[in-house]
C-alpha cells in the first residue's frame, strides 16, 4: 500500500512559480509510474505529467510542455510550475500505478486509472 501527500500548492500571480510535492508512506516508489492530474471547477480531470519508474521516460500535456518540469527520488515527486497561467487554476493531485500494469505511459497518464491517489493541493493563479 501506499498513501500519498500533496503540498506546495497556494496563490500565485500570473507569471509565477510554485513546487508541488508528493510524499508517500508505506511503500517505496521504486516500481510505480507517477502522474500529477488536475481538475478545474466545471471541467474534466486531466492528466498534466507523468514520469516512468525506471528509465526516466516523462509526459507533458501540450499546454504545459516547456513550463512545467517532473521528477522524481525514491519516496517523492515533484512538480516544478514556471510561468504560471490562471487557465493552470485547478486542484492538482498525484497518483502512483505499478508500472507493469501500464502499456504507455502517455496512455495512463490520459486515462488517469491508478493504483493510489492523493487527496489533492489546490493552485490558484490569480493577479
Known amino acids: 500500500q501506499v498513501q500519498l501527500v500533496e503540498s506546495g500548492g497556494g496563490l500565485v500571480q500570473p507569471g509565477g512559480s510554485l513546487r508541488l510535492s508528493c510524499a508517500a508512506s508505506?511503500?517505496?516508489?521504486?516500481?510505480?509510474?507517477i502522474g500529477w492530474f488536475r481538475q478545474a471547477p466545471g471541467k474534466q480531470r486531466e492528466g498534466v505529467s507523468c514520469i516512468s519508474s525506471r528509465d526516466g521516460t516523462t509526459y507533458y500535456i501540450n499546454s504545459v510542455e516547456g513550463r512545467f518540469t517532473i521528477s522524481r527520488d525514491k519516496n517523492t515527486a515533484y512538480l516544478q510550475m514556471n510561468s504560471l497561467k490562471p487557465e493552470d487554476t485547478a486542484e492538482y493531485f498525484c497518483?502512483?500505478?505499478?508500472?507493469?500494469?501500464?502499456?504507455?505511459?502517455?496512455?495512463?497518464?490520459?486515462?488517469?486509472?491508478?493504483?493510489?491517489w492523493g487527496q489533492g493541493t489546490q493552485v490558484t493563479v490569480s493577479s
Open positions: 508505506g511503500d517505496t516508489l521504486d516500481y510505480y509510474a
Open positions: 497518483a502512483v500505478i505499478a508500472q507493469w500494469k501500464i502499456t504507455t505511459l502517455q496512455t495512463w497518464c490520459i486515462v488517469g486509472e491508478s493504483d493510489y
